[in-house]
């Protein structure tokens, strides 16, 4: 999938860079002022993009820490850690099921954690695309990832959807047979990813303002909330980040599911 990645990426370079935009820019006038903004975006939303995309790929998800032992009652309050005789007389099946246990890793496992080849810290889903689980500590990369390909998918659909059309016109098309292919193919292909990745956007964009299936894991300092980064105040705070804890919502404190 990660080969798929790079090939559709690839074809779309070809056909904005080297195919239309990058001839265009010795054009003069318009033609060329619109060539150097088109490039600009397109390069730039291209790196964010990558970043995005190689760190979701190579970040750990995270995993439950060895000798982990979940509170007595955390919903009750009771959030001190059970001490050696209550964590061994304890039953993972519980009726109140406030304790979970996975019994293929042997553990207990923590809030949102879920059994994907290992214990995952709350994960979301595991991703063909990006060949790993998502889960506490690369979830806020894939979200990026999400952002940056839907605007730079929007944005090639934007910019080569006169030259799609011009395939339906009666009008001399100049270029090779290859070069107007990979023009053709590349518009589809970005056509189909923004409107797919869009509904897939919003989804999770909504699931995070809401708290409800995931956690909001972005960090506190805003200059880092569009670059797949934290800051160093958010990396000495990630144990409240990674997936061991979560701050309730006051909406849904007294709800029960």
Known sequence: MILLVLGVVGVTYYAVVFTNYGPALFDGGLHSFIAVVVLILFHFLLVMLLWSYFTVVLTDSGTVP????????????????????????????????????????????????????????????????????????????????????????????????????????????????????????????????????????????????ANTTTIEVFGTDKRYWFIPAYSDEDLRRMPALEGLEFPSNPDFDSEEF
Request: aromatic share 16%; charged share 15%.
């Open 66 to 209: 060895p000798n982990w032992k979940p509170a007595s009652d955390e919903e009750r309050g009771e959030v001190d850690p059970l001490n050696e005789s209550e964590f061994d007389g304890l039953q993972p099946d519980l009726s109140s099921q406030r304790i979970r246990y996975c019994w293929k890793c042997n553990q207990f496992k923590p809030p949102r954690c879920h059994h994907c080849g290992r214990c995952v810290l709350k994960m979301d889903h595991h991703c063909v695309w990006v060949v790993n689980c998502v889960g506490a500590l690369n979830y806020k990369y894939f979200l990026l990832f999400l952002f940056y390909t839907f605007l730079e998918t929007s944005l090639v659909t934007l910019a080569l959807f006169s030259h799609f059309l011009a395939f339906f016109s009666d009008e001399e098309i100049p270029g090779t047979t290859a070069t107007l292919a990979t023009t053709f193919l590349s518009f589809v292909l970005n056509l189909a990813f923004a409107l797919s990745v869009f509904g897939f956007l919003i989804m999770h964009v909504s699931l995070v303002s």
